[in-house]
Every structure is written in structure tokens, then in C-alpha cells.
């Protein structure tokens, strides 16, 4: 049964510095893996999309990364902006969608 | 206009009654879905629909009935609610079947049971 888990929780960090944020997934054989962000009392917005056989997507600020073979994606997100505090969940597609629990992210102005 | 629209937003009822949330998608989509995110932000699939078949059923109770008039519609109808099912559920469609393509989702219906 494939399990997705992010780690951490919840993170603060000051405005400008780059995080990564992290996934990782109990089954390799995925489709792909996709990052969303959440903001609160709305629904999600895709971020990225990873297919398998890709190393990593790119858009703008954003850079997703994923290793098959580890069972593990991370997020980056360069110069960070208090406008980018959202929970920000990962999902692997196999022959269903599963969603990790999300990290909540706090950019400090 | 709204990729995936959901109504109602927010949705109050006591215990017992039946309830309904309609999810209509305008980008063409052949599957739709249904998702349940609880009080600890976790979100777990409920059902997938494919050109109108019921494509993932997870153990849901069955006082949860999905009903696809059309491939552009999946309704969620709640039968005798409980007070565990108030939680914010989602709709979300993709392209195709297959667990490989990226989810649209609406903004939620905030549904909750006293």
C-alpha cells in the first residue's frame, strides 16, 4: 500500500532565503508525482507535475525533483515571498492519487 | 470562469438529514473525482468516475452516493449524516484515467454536521 509522507510539518523561514521541502513515497512504481499548494479555505492548485520517467520540472521560482529509485521529491522554492506562505502537499499518482499530509509554510516578512 | 465549481461553499445540517454537493467541470475532462479532507488537513480519495463509470469506490459507507448525470458532472449525495462526516470535501477532475495526468480541484465544500 503506497504511503506518501512530508516532512516537516510546518516550517517558518524569513523572506528571501530558499527552502526545499521534502516527500517521500513507500512504492516506487508511480506514475508520476505532483506538488500542490493549498491556501487556507480554498482548494488546491497543481504546482508541478513530474512524470516517471522525468528528473525534474521546473516553473518560475519553483523546482521540483524527483528519484524513483529512492522513493523521494523534493520542492524548491528559491527567494522565497510572504505571498508563497501556503500548505503545500505532494501526491503520487500510481493507479490512484495518494497525498502526503502537507507542510505548512510561513514566510516571516 | 471556474475550471471546477462546487456548490455549496459551506454547507450546515443536523445529524440524520440528506444532504447534496454538486461538482461541475467546463474543461472537458473525461474523469472526475472525489476527495474528503478531514480536520487534520489530511485529503483521502472517496471516488473516481471515468466517462461515467464508477472507477474507485474506497470503502466509503454507502450513505455516500455518487451520481454522473454526464461526464461533466459528479454530484455527491450523503444519506442520514453523522457528525464524522463533517469534513471539507473536494472535487477534482483530470483528463484521463490513470492516476498519471494533473488533478484540477475545486475550492471545497465545507459541509458540517450537528
Known amino acids: 500500500k503506497q504511503e506518501v509522507t512530508q516532512i516537516p510539518a510546518a516550517l517558518s523561514v524569513p523572506e528571501g532565503e530558499n527552502l526545499v521541502l521534502n516527500c517521500s513515497f513507500t512504492d516506487s512504481a508511480i506514475y508520476n508525482l505532483q506538488w500542490f499548494r493549498q491556501d487556507p479555505g480554498k482548494g488546491l492548485t497543481s504546482l508541478l507535475l513530474?512524470?516517471?520517467?522525468?528528473r525534474e520540472q521546473t516553473s518560475g521560482r519553483l523546482n521540483a525533483s524527483l528519484d524513483k529509485s529512492s522513493g523521494r521529491s523534493t520542492l524548491y522554492i528559491a527567494a522565497s515571498q510572504p505571498g508563497d506562505s501556503a500548505t503545500y502537499l505532494c501526491a503520487v499518482g500510481d493507479d490512484k492519487i495518494i497525498f502526503g499530509k502537507g507542510t505548512r509554510l510561513h514566510i516571516l516578512p | 470562469d471556474t475550471a471546477v465549481s462546487q456548490t455549496p461553499k459551506y454547507l450546515v445540517t443536523q445529524m440524520g438529514n440528506d444532504k447534496s454537493i454538486k461538482c461541475e467541470q467546463n474543461?472537458?475532462?473525461?474523469?472526475m473525482y472525489w476527495y474528503k479532507q478531514d480536520s487534520k488537513k489530511f485529503l483521502k480519495i472517496m471516488f473516481s468516475y471515468n466517462n461515467k463509470e464508477l472507477i474507485i469506490n474506497e470503502t466509503v459507507p454507502n450513505r455516500f452516493s455518487p451520481k454522473s448525470p454526464d461526464k461533466a458532472h459528479l454530484n455527491l449525495h450523503i444519506n442520514s449524516l453523522e457528525l464524522g462526516d463533517s469534513a471539507v470535501y473536494f472535487c477534482?477532475?483530470?483528463?484521463?484515467?490513470?492516476?498519471?495526468?494533473?488533478?484540477?480541484f475545486g475550492s471545497g465544500t465545507q459541509l458540517s454536521v450537528l
Open positions: 477534482a477532475s483530470s483528463q484521463v484515467w490513470g492516476g498519471n495526468e494533473k488533478l484540477f
Open positions: 474543461l472537458g475532462h473525461d474523469t
Open positions: 513530474i512524470q516517471s520517467s522525468q
